[in-house]
C-alpha cells in the first residue's frame, strides 16, 4: 500500500488506525497542514486528494492508497507561491496563519466543486452554472474556521482569485 504525497510515492503507515494528518505531520514531516479541534470541526486539517478537499484529521491513511493527496507544501511553486497563496497576503486573509494551509486547501476544492456544478446551499438555480459569489463563497468556505476573524480577507482572497475561473 502507498500514496502520493505532493507527487511523491510514500508508503502507508504500518498501524492501520494511522490518521492522514498524523501522518502527513508526524511521520513525514510536513507541518503546514495543522492539528485544530482533531474532531472535524474546524478545517484546520483539509488537504486535497485526488483534487477534493477532505479532512485529514478524520481519513485513516489507508483510505487514501493509490490516490494523490496535496497538501499546502505542494501548492507552491519552485519559485513562486501559488497565486491563491500570494492573494491570501495581498488581502490580509490572514492574522496567526493558523487556518491559512487549511483555507486554502479549501478554497482549491470549493473551486473545483463549483466548476463540476456542485451546488451550495445558498445555490439559486441547482441546473445553472454555479457562480462564485461572496455569498456562495463565504457557505462553501463555512467548514473552515478563523478565530483570529480574517474571514473578510479570506474571502477577498479567494474572490479575486478564484471567482474568474468558476464565474463571479
Known amino acids: 500500500?502507498?500514496?502520493?504525497?505532493n507527487g511523491a510515492k510514500v508508503?502507508?503507515?504500518?498501524?492501520?488506525?494511522?490518521?492522514l494528518l498524523d501522518l502527513l505531520r508526524e511521520e513525514l514531516h510536513l507541518?503546514?497542514?495543522k492539528k485544530g479541534c482533531n474532531q472535524g470541526a474546524c478545517g484546520?486539517?483539509?488537504?486535497?486528494?485526488?483534487?477534493?478537499?477532505?479532512?485529514a484529521c478524520l481519513t485513516l491513511a489507508?483510505?487514501?492508497?493509490?490516490?494523490?493527496?496535496?497538501?499546502i507544501e505542494g501548492l507552491a511553486g519552485a519559485d513562486a507561491l501559488h497565486p491563491l497563496?500570494?492573494?491570501?497576503?495581498e488581502h490580509d486573509?490572514?492574522?496567526?496563519?493558523?487556518c491559512t494551509p487549511g483555507q486554502i486547501c479549501s478554497a482549491l476544492g470549493m473551486a473545483a466543486e463549483a466548476g463540476r456544478g456542485v451546488p451550495s446551499h445558498v445555490t439559486?438555480?441547482?441546473?445553472?452554472?454555479?457562480?462564485?459569489?461572496?455569498?456562495?463563497?463565504?457557505?462553501?468556505?463555512?467548514?473552515?474556521?478563523c478565530r483570529c476573524g480574517a474571514h473578510n480577507g479570506i474571502i477577498d482572497a479567494i474572490h479575486a482569485t478564484l471567482a474568474a475561473e468558476v464565474g463571479a
Open 11 to 19: 508508503s502507508a503507515p504500518a498501524d492501520p488506525r494511522t490518521s
Open 124 to 145: 439559486g438555480e441547482l441546473a445553472a452554472e454555479v457562480t462564485l459569489t461572496r455569498e456562495e463563497i463565504q457557505e462553501r468556505m463555512s467548514g473552515n474556521l
Open 31 to 33: 507541518t503546514g497542514t
Open 44 to 55: 484546520a486539517c483539509t488537504v486535497l486528494v485526488d483534487g477534493e478537499r477532505v479532512l
Open 62 to 71: 489507508v483510505q487514501v492508497d493509490g490516490r494523490a493527496v496535496t497538501t
Open 1 to 5: 500500500m502507498s500514496l502520493i504525497v
Open 93 to 98: 486573509g490572514f492574522q496567526c496563519g493558523y
Open 85 to 89: 497563496q500570494v492573494a491570501f497576503i
